[in-house]
T-cell receptor, first 113, second 116 residues
């Protein structure tokens, strides 16, 4: 079945460091791919998404490119800030999932000054 | 916009009591709503999918008699945890899909349930 595999954390970086959180997926058909962010004690917020191969989602300095050939959707940011500390979830959804979302296990990011 | 609210944001109850959590789509009509449960430091686990006016579809392993879901209108779904026990303590999150908004879900802020 459809699934998402996400890099395990926790990840600790210094401010202004480069961030990569790996995400790969398994799906039939052509799903949409998402990154959600969860701040402590809060619900999920959509960070970015891509709906077809080679699309690049971007928001708040974060980017991820939908790579069909490697079935990946890695999240990157060139210079992280303390305020980026949160848990990041990769997810997929598509016509073959009944629009149900499948989430990765989440990666906790802590950025230290 | 597409705003989803949940009420209450936090609830503490005694073991054996029932707790109702509301999920509302504030500025759109939600054809489908989803209920998730999240344990500490873990991912979201889909509990059930509810469509307005019909019975909810529960995921395997989720007790439908314990977690009652009612989707009475296009803007409101409720989750009732019946006869709550400490092991039901968790973070419950709902999401809603918009008509013709393919593959997009909008998440509520979550409800922290603590059963004493």
């Amino acid at each position: 079945g459809d699934s998402v595999t996400q890099m395990e954390g926790p990840v600790t970086l210094s401010e202004e460091a480069f961030l990569t959180i790996n995400c790969t997926y398994t799906a039939t058909g052509y799903p949409s791919l998402f990154w959600y962010v969860q701040y402590p004690g809060e619900g999920l917020q959509l960070l970015l998404k891509a709906t077809k191969a080679d699309d690049k989602g971007s928001n708040k300095g974060f980017e991820a490119t939908y790579r069909k050939e490697t079935t990946s959707f890695h999240l990157e940011k060139g210079s992280v800030q303390v305020s980026d500390s949160a848990v990041y979830f990769c997810a997929l959804s598509g016509p073959n999932t009944g629009n149900q979302f499948y989430f990765g296990t989440g990666t906790s990011l802590t950025v230290i000054p | 916009g597409a705003v989803v609210s949940q009420h209450p944001s936090r609830v503490i109850c005694k073991s054996g009591t029932s707790v109702k959590i509301e999920c509302r789509s504030l500025d759109f009509q939600a054809t489908t709503m989803f209920w998730y449960r999240q344990f500490p430091k873990q991912s979201l686990m889909l509990m059930a999918t509810s469509n307005e006016g019909s019975k909810a579809t529960y995921e395997q392993g989720v007790e439908k008699d314990k977690f009652l879901i009612n989707h009475a209108s296009l803007t409101l779904s409720t989750l009732t945890v019946t006869s709550a026990h400490p092991e039901d303590s968790s973070f419950y999150i709902c999401s809603a899909g918009k008509p013709r908004s393919y593959n997009e879900q909008f998440f509520g802020p979550g409800t922290r349930l603590t059963v004493l």
